[in-house]
């Protein structure tokens, strides 16, 4: 049996196991703590002030990054797609097109993987540290109820603020997309802002706010959850931060593509 063990097969195996036991094991963290969630909002079981302090780490910490990031990606797609337009005599498309690819996909999913890097790690090593270090088994003392104070409120953030940093993002990538079609294919701001209007549909800006409401409340939830769940020292901090990370933007894959297939397919 020891020499088993010592074989590649064997261990390549184990492995495995390990990983999918992992796997299944944070996936039902996570289905629970949603369950806990919907209950206790279906309850209106809420901490008004807590859910205020934690939209504000949603709707303000995290617009800086979120500016930047659609920004600068927003110009770079401008400056390769202006001059090529302008090359087949379809520079008065630019804004049609940008505004397609800026509010169908570029901005939820640049916004929301900048709230993961910023928000949602710092929700999961919070309340990791929490677990830790007993704070939440004190909550349970005083009759707290750590979900209903720390994960509710941090849902309804993402859930209700989100949308706001992709309206604003979108908003300001346009802008950048235009000022830089502008300087590569010198087309002027008139003709972008017209061909603009004329992609942008009323459609497509609900799908989007729907689609940034739930990766809000998604990265909420993933990272508390993988936060809560946590158990031993500063080592797992660091692994549950860095789990809550990689979930929350595969969960952000697995949606953008559900949300394609059910509204564009």
Known sequence: MFELK????????????????????????????FVRVFNCIFKLKVNLKETLEQSKRFAYDSLPISLAIVGMTSSIIAMQLAPELAKQGGADYTGMLSSLVMVRELAPVMSAFAIISMVGSSFASEIASMSVTEQINAMKVLKVDPVQYLIVPRVLAGFFFMPVVFIVSAT??????????????????????????????????????????????????????????????????????????????????????????????
């Not at 196991?17 to 039902?28: A, D, H, M, N, Q």
């Open 6 to 33: 010592k074989t590649l097969t064997y261990q390549s195996i184990f492995l495995l196991w390990k990983e999918i036991k992992e796997f299944l094991c944070t996936l039902g963290n996570i289905g629970r703590d």
């Open 172 to 265: 300001f990538g346009l802008i950048c997309a235009g000022f830089v079609s502008n300087w590569t294919a010198e087309l002027s701001l008139l003709n972008y802002i017209t061909s603009l209007w004329h992609g942008l549909y009323v459609r497509d800006i609900f799908i989007a706010i729907l689609k940034c409401a739930t990766f809000g409340a998604t990265i909420a939830l993933i990272s508390s959850s993988c936060g809560y769940s946590t158990r031993g020292g500063a080592k797992e901090v660091g692994i549950s931060t860095t789990k809550a990370v990689v979930w929350s933007f595969l969960a952000i894959a697995v949606w953008d593509f559900v949300f394609a297939a059910l509204f564009y397919l």
